[in-house]
């Protein structure tokens, strides 16, 4: 099974900021790998397919980037709608998400 | 908009079966395939399994394929998810969640349902 893990577990972050989250494969996955935001008591959202294509509707201050098995989402100017709880998945084989990663008001 | 409406709340005991239903377009049905995704209280989310409708063809995580069964029923558009020998560490959110393609993530999810095994 393909593993996969996310750091920082939370994340204190400011409005304006600028923050990353980072996830890891345990092993290669080229490029399939998404992005998803997560609020309490909701379902997640689908944010980014295959590193970095985002879906429609999401706001171009979120990117994602890497290949193999390091990947990067990174926030631009941070939102107050932004504040929730990202996971990382991979769909090379099968599907397996990151433990999460919280961002959190400073 | 591509809508997928499961079924309500469930408290089981430890040991008993529990089956969800989420119910889709004909569209999705034809089109999609369809996964379950639980998440248990204060965790992260665990794929279960995935269906493609159209064929009935199944793959599950190795980690509860002993357990786990899903099926769907052409006649009403709906896909089941059952889970068999519950354990109080099944208690979770319970989502589907569609995908157009292996090539995306899942880009449709239903509300969930929440799962509760308690003795």
């Known amino acids: 099974d393909i593993q996969m893990t996310q750091s920082p577990p939370t994340l204190s972050a400011s409005v304006g900021d600028r923050i990353t989250i980072m996830c890891r494969a345990s092993?290669?996955?080229?490029?399939?790998l998404a992005w998803y935001q997560q609020k309490a008591g909701t379902a997640p959202k689908l944010l980014i397919s295959?590193?970095?294509i985002l879906e429609s509707g999401v706001p171009s201050r979120f990117s994602g980037s890497g290949s193999g098995t390091e990947f990067t989402l990174t926030l631009n100017s941070l939102q107050p709608d932004d504040f929730a709880t990202y996971y990382c998945q991979q769909y090379h084989t099968f599907w397996t998400f990151g433990p999460g990663t919280k961002v959190e008001v400073k | 908009q591509v809508q997928m409406v499961q079924s309500g709340a469930e408290v089981q005991k430890p040991g008993a079966s529990v089956r969800l239903s989420c119910k889709t377009s004909e569209y999705v049905f034809t089109r999609y395939y369809l996964n379950w995704v639980r998440q248990a209280p204060g965790e992260g989310l665990e794929w279960v399994g995935m269906i493609i409708p159209s064929s009935g063809s199944t793959t599950y995580t190795q980690r509860l394929q002993d357990r786990v069964t899903i099926t769907r029923d052409t006649s009403t558009t709906t896909v089941h998810m059952e889970l068999s020998g519950l354990k109080s560490e099944d208690t979770a959110v319970y989502y589907c969640a569609t995908g157009t393609s292996f090539y995306t993530g899942f880009e449709n999810w239903g509300l969930g349902t929440l799962v509760t095994v308690s003795s």
């Open positions: 092993q290669n996955i080229s490029r399939w």
């Open positions: 295959e590193v970095s």
